[in-house]
C-alpha cells in the first residue's frame, strides 16, 4: 500500500522559505508522479506542483519562479522548496501520488493522499 507523510511545514514571515518533505513508500513500480496541492479555509483543494519518475515538472501559475519540486529517489523522499513566501500561501498542503508518469493537476489524478501539513505565512 503506498503511504505518503509530509512534513516540513510551519509559521513564516512574509519573504521567506520553507521546504516541505513528503516520504512515499508502498510504490511496487518505477513509475510514478508525486504533487502537492494545498487547501486555504474555505477554499477547495488546489494544485501547485508535481513530478514524474521521469523527469517531467509541473507548477501552476501561481507559484512559477517562487517554488521548486525535486526528488530524492535515494531516500523515496519529493520535496517542494517555497520561496518569496506569500500570506496567501497559507494552507494545508497536501502529497499526493499515482502510479503513472502523468502529471497531477487536480484532485481527480490522486490516487494517495498524505494526511497534511500546516504553512502558515504572516504579513
Known amino acids: 500500500e503506498v503511504q505518503l507523510v509530509e512534513s516540513g511545514g510551519g509559521l513564516v514571515q512574509a519573504g521567506g522559505s520553507l521546504r516541505l518533505s513528503c516520504a512515499a513508500s508502498g510504490f511496487t513500480s518505477d513509475d510514478y508522479a508525486i504533487g502537492w496541492f494545498r487547501q486555504a479555509p474555505g477554499k477547495e483543494r488546489e494544485g501547485v506542483s508535481c513530478?514524474?519518475?521521469?523527469?517531467?515538472?509541473y507548477y501552476a501559475d501561481f507559484v512559477k519562479g517562487r517554488f521548486t519540486i525535486s526528488s530524492d529517489n535515494a531516500k523515496n523522499t519529493v520535496y517542494l522548496q517555497m520561496s518569496s513566501l506569500k500570506p496567501e500561501d497559507t494552507a494545508v498542503y497536501y502529497c499526493a501520488a499515482h502510479r503513472s508518469t502523468f502529471i497531477i493537476r487536480t484532485t481527480q489524478g490522486a490516487d494517495y493522499w498524505g494526511q497534511g501539513t500546516q504553512v502558515t505565512v504572516s504579513s
Open positions: 513530478i514524474t519518475s521521469d523527469g517531467k515538472t
